[in-house]
């Protein structure tokens, strides 16, 4: 779409132009909004792992719902601490943001608010940072309670230390009587109803996770098994294949925000398995510390299983980002199945329509054969959505059950 079509596009948008993703009251049309990517390779960077992180972030943007339009990367020793960019870099984005008279612009690595500010100004447009749209995702999925308090308190938590960059406005002096005392400076006191909020969030999270405690020991004294992962690699398929329920599943990334659980029976032996948020490289700090009560099930649970999509050329650091984030939440020492879901996408990505059937069983053999070997033996190698090995996931999945129950009842016999 071209300069013309975006600007009669534009005269139709509503006023809710700074919630890209954000559903639109009903009877309103969604505006579609195009967007530029922006990042900087560094010294202890390669140029592909920046094209890769660019091609994850354009997957986010899209499920924000936004077009990506322009990439735009600079080598950098370091960001410049006032535009992140060089200030040519950022002359000749002005320039193209005004031609094609795009929407937003997105960077890949988290902007201060004197950085943000300052880029605003010299494009004219709205600026997100990396951690901001992936809160704008969240917070469009957000359905419970839980997950809405979540999402808002990470929100508040990223707004506290922008505020002199977003609001230049509260810099001036206000007080006197019946205000806010004398010398008090409006940035200071949205700064003070700010933490006011946040300490009410954690208050209310404490309540909800106090309530989702008691849930959990409701459950009685079954075995649970924890989905966790990358996001995007398949969990919620995986859930529904297992369960044969119908949690929401989407190609998009943070299709699921919200824990779901559901209880298995696997020739007689049951047990309860819970989908969990995905994680994603580059997660900031604290939407990890918002979600720790979220992911409560996967510290709970007596099982992890580790869910990689092998068909993604970048699997080994999606496995690499999940063991460190499962480290953080030191859950790293519970037994794991690492299943390789999307063995069907694989073939249809890297297998040649010229090389015959042979070839590819034995190149497929080879595959799994390294990855047992890096990995180790719990392994297994499926496809959740066309049903490919999961009859023998479903024995191994039973037999780590059945082993659970034995040492957590060694002196009794079950009946299921």
């Known amino acids: 779409m071209g300069k013309r079509g975006r600007k009669k596009e534009r005269d139709f948008q509503t006023d809710n132009t700074w919630n890209i993703g954000e559903k639109q009251k009903k009877g309103l049309k969604q505006r579609t909004e195009h967007a530029a990517l922006v990042a900087i390779i560094q010294q202890n960077q390669s140029e592909e792992e920046v094209t890769e992180y660019l091609d994850e972030l354009q997957f986010l943007a899209e499920t924000a719902g936004a077009v990506t339009v322009k990439r735009v990367v600079q080598k950098l020793a370091h960001p410049n601490q006032q535009t992140f960019i060089g200030t040519g870099k950022l002359a000749e984005l002005a320039a193209f943001v005004e031609e094609e008279q795009l929407d937003l612009v997105i960077f890949d690595d988290d902007l201060s608010g004197k950085q943000t ?36 308190l990470a929100q508040m938590q990223y707004l506290l230390p922008r505020l002199r960059g977003l609001w230049t406005h509260l810099e001036r002096q206000r007080g006197g009587i019946g205000m806010r005392g004398p010398g008090e400076k409006e940035i200071e006191t949205d700064r003070r109803i700010i933490r006011d909020k946040i300490s009410q969030l954690k208050k209310e999270l404490e309540k909800i996770d106090k309530q989702s405690q008691t849930q959990r020991k409701n459950r009685g004294e079954m075995i649970r098994v924890a989905l966790v992962g990358y996001t995007n690699v398949g969990k919620s398929t995986m859930m529904n294949t297992l369960s044969k329920s119908a949690v929401f599943a989407e190609n998009k990334l943070f299709a699921t925000l919200d824990t779901t659980v559901r209880k298995v029976v696997l020739e007689r032996m049951p047990f309860l398995l819970s989908d969990t948020v995905g994680f994603i490289r580059k997660l900031p700090h604290h939407l990890v510390e918002s979600f720790k009560s979220t992911l409560d099930e996967t510290r709970e649970s007596d099982i992890l299983l580790h869910v990689v999509d092998i068909a993604h050329p970048n699997y080994e650091d999606h496995i690499s980002t999940v063991t460190s984030t499962l480290r953080e939440l030191k859950v790293d020492d519970k037994p794991t199945m690492i299943v390789f879901n999307k063995m069907d996408l694989y073939r249809e990505r890297y297998f040649d329509d010229f090389i015959d059937d042979e070839t590819k069983k034995e190149i497929e053999e080879e595959l799994k054969t390294s990855i047992i070997k890096k ?10 959505i066309s049903n490919e090995n999961m009859s023998e996931f479903r024995n191994e999945l039973k037999k780590q059950v059945e082993a659970q129950y034995e040492i957590r009842y060694p002196y009794q016999i079950k009946f299921w």
Do not use: H, P, W
């Open 375 to 384: 990995y180790g033996k719990n392994c297994m190698f499926v496809s959740a």
């Open 117 to 152: 500010n300052n880029i605003e100004e010299a494009l004219k447009c709205k600026i997100l940072d990396r951690s901001s749209l992936i809160l704008d995702i969240f917070a469009s999925r957000a359905r419970t309670a839980q997950s809405k308090t979540q999402v808002e």
